[in-house]
């Protein structure tokens, strides 16, 4: 019988291969479900937690787990495509000794058959010794120097959590900042001006950010140019029609 294949182990993160997939479903116009590896207590969301994503840039995810009104950027290592971890492999066993008995060996020459078979006598006891046992001889004890104890700390660094800071800017012109440690969201966003947003864009050198970010504030700069020249059009006319009610008199 051909011997089994054995199932490839369950990664404990999103891998490449989850992300393209992913992606490929969001094109297709779903909404594919993934996991989080660690709970958020402060959202109530547990461990093995779903969520349906969103939207997909690179290896951060924007999902929506289930029970949160909310949408909340995750990176790739801390999702996982199953709801219940991998399971840890197996330890190997240790192969069991089997003590086999060793064959006395004696010297000399073979017994003969009728010897083999003839029945052993009770064997004579053992004479004592009268002699009395050799005491061992005292010898001072030396104590070992007491072992110095190292001064170095063993104790590893825990890394800090992944940071993940969004701008979110909407079509009135209004931008804020949320801020993610953790895949834990912090309480509240902070409003942020225009012109900080675009100073920012401009400082990370990024054209992609700063192409989206330019459409809007060039959007809301033409709205309120419109707005300029149509109130200027207003008071042109309004005293207008103050000089006319003036002349009048």
């Keep these: 019988m051909p011997p089994r294949r054995r199932s490839a182990p369950i990664p404990e993160s999103l891998t490449p291969d989850n992300l393209t997939a992913i992606a490929a479903a969001l094109a297709d116009g779903k909404r594919p479900t993934v996991y989080l590896r660690e709970g ?8 093995g937690a779903s969520a349906r994503v969103l939207s997909i840039d690179g290896t951060t995810l924007t999902v929506k787990p289930s029970g949160v009104n909310d949408e909340l950027p995750y990176e790739a290592d ?12 197996e330890k190997p066993k240790p192969a069991k000794s089997v003590a086999r008995p ?14 083999a078979t003839k029945p052993a006598g009770p064997k004579p006891a053992p004479a004592k010794s009268t002699a009395p046992a050799p005491k061992p001889a005292t010898t001072p004890t030396e104590t ?7 001064t170095r700390r063993t104790a590893a660094r825990k890394a800090p959590a992944a940071v993940t800071v ?11 900042v949320s801020v993610t440690r ?23 050198g990024d054209e992609q950010a700063q192409a989206a970010t330019s459409s809007i504030l060039n959007a ?8 300029v020249d149509e109130l200027s059009r207003e008071l042109a006319a309004a005293r207008e029609a103050l000089a006319i009610l003036d002349g009048s008199t």
């Design 40 to 47: 958020t207590p402060s959202l109530g969301l547990a461990p």
């Design 78 to 89: 801390e999702l996982r495509i199953t709801k219940n971890p991998p399971p840890e492999p």
């Design 182 to 204: 953790g895949g834990r969201k912090l309480p509240r966003s902070r409003s942020v001006t225009p012109d900080s947003v675009e100073s920012a864009m401009a400082e990370l």
């Design 166 to 176: 969004t701008i979110h800017g909407s079509a009135e012109n209004e931008w804020s």
């Design 220 to 227: 809301a700069r033409e709205e309120a140019q419109r707005r």
């Design 102 to 115: 060793a064959a006395a060996r004696r010297s000399g020459p073979v017994p003969s058959a009728a010897a």
């Design 144 to 150: 070992a120097p007491p072992a110095k104890k190292s």
